[in-house]
């Protein structure tokens, strides 16, 4: 029988203790981390937090709580019932949504309303009434400009601002001369509203009405 070695007996404790110590320490740890990440994670709320905006559009301001991610679109057609500007493919490839913020168009799809406060929006309904037509919305009906009618709003709205970017000496892609004027030209418009979508292919009428109200032929 082999004599008892007490150094081999203490090397057995220590490594039981040892073990055991790894053992509650992988258990400890996670927990510590969880319980960590728990409290500098933001409390989950059961709504979205709002925030105070005030938007002017068409010469009147609206005071909204909404939530930060609130488009434009979104603030102008679900809390202010404006719901001629459309929402076509909320990407902005269509158009349908465009207003005029300070005299430029956008797709008011791609901005978030926050970021207008301060700024003057303009919404088809801004622009002309049944019993005082904008010369652009005007020229549309005489020329019928449209047929479904859904791209209509953001074509008239591109359409009045693109004429503001030409009279302000704005090239465009076509523009050949960049040290002149751009001219008010058919070539020069369809390139300006390449970014309005009609899915009726009401063009050549659009095209009618926009050079009627530049004074150019079509």
């Not at 709580?65 to 057609?77: E, K, S, V, Y």
């Amino acid at each position: 029988m082999t004599e008892f070695d007490p150094s081999r007996r203490k090397l057995l404790k220590a490594t039981a203790v040892a073990t055991s110590g790894a053992v509650m320490a992988a258990r400890v740890v996670p927990e510590a981390q969880a319980a960590s990440t728990a409290q500098a994670a933001p409390p989950q709320a059961g709504a979205s937090a709002t925030m105070s905006v005030l938007l002017r559009v068409n010469g009147t301001e609206h005071q909204l709580m909404i939530d930060p991610r609130t488009t434009l679109l979104d603030a102008l057609r679900e809390r202010l019932h404006l719901t001629g500007s459309k929402k076509g493919c909320d990407q902005g490839q269509c158009g349908a949504c465009t207003v005029i913020v300070d005299g430029r168009r956008i797709t008011s799809c791609l901005t978030l309303a926050v970021m207008q406060e301060g700024h003057d929006i303009t919404t088809i309904e801004g622009l002309g009434t049944p019993a005082n037509l904008h010369p652009m919305q005007a020229a549309f009906i005489k020329h019928d400009g449209y047929q479904c009618g859904f791209c209509t709003p953001g074509q008239i709205c591109s359409a009045v601002a693109m004429l503001d970017e030409v009279r302000a000496g704005i090239p465009s892609h076509v523009t050949a001369d960049l040290t002149q004027r751009p001219a008010a030209t058919n070539e020069e418009f369809r390139e300006r509203m390449s970014g309005n979508i009609c899915r009726c292919g009401a063009y050549s009428n659009i095209q009618e009405a926009i050079a009627e109200v530049a004074g150019v032929k079509a």
